[in-house]
């Protein structure tokens, strides 16, 4: 989270980043797009089939909103620990980060926060999974 809060000082300062993206409101609808989109997913959904998506969807939006620097305080688990039963391996990681990429495009967000979001995400692959590629050997 402080890399992200960090990375929220580029986007122009304290809650910047939230705003440019519509605020909470705005955030949480490129994530329940995204969330769909994840779901529907024929490379990754299978991670999902028996996940609470409302739960994730709060979640996803709390940490979003404080990464780009709002006052939201997200209370979810810690990456490493939300992430530790499953197996997802590089290209699945990169999938996710495709289709999010996918969401924030569909909402025309800010060139600045789209940056900002997917750094972020980028900064927690250690924490997501053991692979830091996703190339086939």
């Known amino acids: 989270i402080l890399q992200g809060r960090a990375q929220a000082q580029v986007l ?27 779901f529907a997913d024929v490379m990754i959904g299978f991670f999902f089939a028996r996940a609470d998506k409302q739960r994730l969807i709060e979640k996803e939006t709390e940490l979003a909103c404080r990464m780009l620097g709002g006052p939201i305080r997200y209370t979810g688990k810690p990456m490493r620990q939300a992430h530790a039963a499953h197996r997802i391996m590089g290209g699945q990681f990169e999938r996710r980060l495709q289709l999010l990429r996918e969401s924030m495009e569909v909402y025309d967000l800010p060139q600045a926060v789209r940056d900002a979001w997917v750094e972020h995400t980028q900064a927690l692959r250690a924490q997501v999974t053991e692979h830091q590629g996703s190339d086939c050997d």
């Open 12 to 38: 122009g300062g304290s809650g910047e980043g939230e705003l440019q993206a519509g605020g909470e409101a705005g955030i949480r609808k490129v994530v329940e797009h995204f969330y769909d989109a994840v």
